[in-house]
């Protein structure tokens, strides 16, 4: 007989309120690999005024993820918080109003679309290359993560708008400085036990109003401008170029996507696909700076494949490099950027031995069982062999790695990140030796809707000249 959530193990709480106010939300998800050690990969979590069902355990992952969108929804209190934060698109939509989303944004982000695009995006590389290279020159530590985030913010702005931003020159005031305001405050925000901000706005919230507002203004523009082109130029219509005329073109023929719709899924790209590309690329820089093996076989596989460039100025570079990608999914195993997802079940269901009601509150933790031997020969040795076909590890279970989710609402942003990885990695390792300046030991891990590390300095070094 199944067993029911309230009878599950778990953390012991307070009179009353459970564990609800002894969470510590930016450790939440060590805490949870903590106590799956303790109480196993499926407990309880005693929230006070519910139990939240908390599961590690990769097959009851993979099984909530395929039955999505139709057997389990995001929790509705956090799809009304990204709301807040300017977002109804792709990401956080449900049932037949994903369905309906889903294809224009995965058109305008598949492989056809990037190679074409590839030529306004290599340009965002170089300027990353002549940033770096001052940088080398200065011989000054610096923050990387930041580079990072302009990166990726101008080729998403590229490819996604059609607009050649260039927040990596730019000196204050670019738009990921108001990016950055967005999600640790939804974090915040759907982690609070009442919502104070509707009472009483904090100076956080009002600069949260204030990014949300800047960013709105700027996706406006970037419909604005889209809009012009397509009137100028009808043949676009047909076939259009970046995934903002091809939405806006799908608005006009279908009445049931609005304005809102399309400045929706324009944000979602803006913030998904700055934020956690550039976590992981940071994460990946960190990591790296202990394993020098790795970083040399990754190395000569850039000189290998650029030869005499100096970055991967051809689209067709990039497929060649699959050590790198290698490193890249280690990374990602090790560091993923979103390893707590939040789950309602839309009916009563059984998930193996646990008998889940419709409405249960689901926490999902996806990095603990792919740190297990059990799941993946040597887990704590950093390997990227074992991605490559020749790798030969003897267990190699994918069900237990799920940095892009899975399903039929598998992210449909996964070849541009990969892309984009790639590309950064290869010509930052074929250029520049990479010294971690702060201590290995003191930088750590942080939930504010990604998992991101606290801020840590490198040095670069030219390796020529």
Not at 129 to 143: C, H, L, M, N, V
Request: contains cysteine; aromatic residues 10%.
């Amino acid at each position: 007989m199944a067993v029911k959530v309230k009878d599950l193990p778990g953390p012991k709480g307070r009179p009353i309120v459970g564990n609800l106010f002894s969470l510590d939300l930016p450790q939440l998800h060590n805490s949870i690999e903590d106590w799956s050690e303790e109480f196993g990969d499926v407990f309880r979590l005693n929230l006070g005024i519910f139990d939240q069902l908390v599961i590690t355990r990769p097959s009851m992952l993979q099984k909530i993820m395929k039955e999505r969108p139709a057997g389990f929804a995001r929790n509705s209190k956090m799809n009304q918080i990204i709301r807040e934060g300017g977002v109804h698109g792709v990401f956080n939509v449900e049932g037949e109003e994903w369905k309906r989303h889903r294809p224009i944004v995965a058109k305008g982000l598949d492989v056809k679309h990037q190679k074409a695009f590839y030529p306004a995006i290599e340009p965002v590389l170089g300027r990353l290359y002549k940033k770096w290279t001052e940088r080398a020159d200065s011989g000054e530590p610096f923050y990387i993560q930041k580079d990072l985030l302009r990166f990726t913010v101008d080729v998403t702005s590229s490819l996604a708008f059609g607009y050649p931003m260039n927040t990596i020159e730019e000196q204050g005031g670019a738009i990921q400085d108001h990016m950055e305001k967005v999600f640790p405050m939804i974090f915040k925000r759907i982690n609070m036990p009442v919502p104070w901000y509707k009472l009483y706005r904090t100076k956080d919230d009002k600069e949260f109003d204030v990014a949300v507002e800047e960013m709105n203004r700027l996706v406006d523009e970037f419909i604005s401008a889209a809009r012009k082109r397509l009137d100028e130029n009808p043949e676009l219509r047909e076939n259009p170029p970046s995934v903002i005329e091809a939405i806006i073109v799908a608005a006009e023929e279908e009445d049931d996507i609005s304005t809102e719709d399309v400045r929706g899924n324009l944000l979602t790209l803006l913030m998904a696909g700055e934020d956690t590309t550039a976590v992981t690329l940071n994460w990946m820089i960190y990591l790296l700076s202990q394993e020098p093996d790795v970083t040399e076989s990754m190395r000569k596989e850039a000189k290998d494949v650029l030869g005499d460039k100096t970055w991967a100025s051809a689209y067709e570079d990039n497929a060649k490099m699959r050590y790198i990608e290698g490193a890249a999914f280690e990374s990602m195993r090790f560091k993923p950027v979103a390893p707590i997802m939040l789950f309602e079940a839309n009916e009563d269901i059984e998930l193996e031995e646990v008998f889940v009601k419709k409405g249960q509150r689901i926490l999902t933790q996806h990095r603990f069982g792919s740190l297990k031997d059990e799941n993946f020969s040597e887990a704590s040795q950093f390997k990227p062999e074992r991605w490559l076909r020749e790798g030969k590890c003897p267990v190699h279970n994918t069900d237990a790695f799920s940095p892009f989710g899975g399903g039929a609402r598998y992210c449909p942003g996964r070849n541009l990140a990969i892309l984009e990885i790639r590309m950064v990695m290869s010509m930052l390792l074929k250029n520049f030796e990479v010294e971690l300046i702060t201590p290995y030991d003191s930088v750590n891990e942080k939930m504010a809707f990604t998992m991101m590390s606290s801020p840590y300095q490198v040095r670069l070094k030219k390796l020529w000249g």
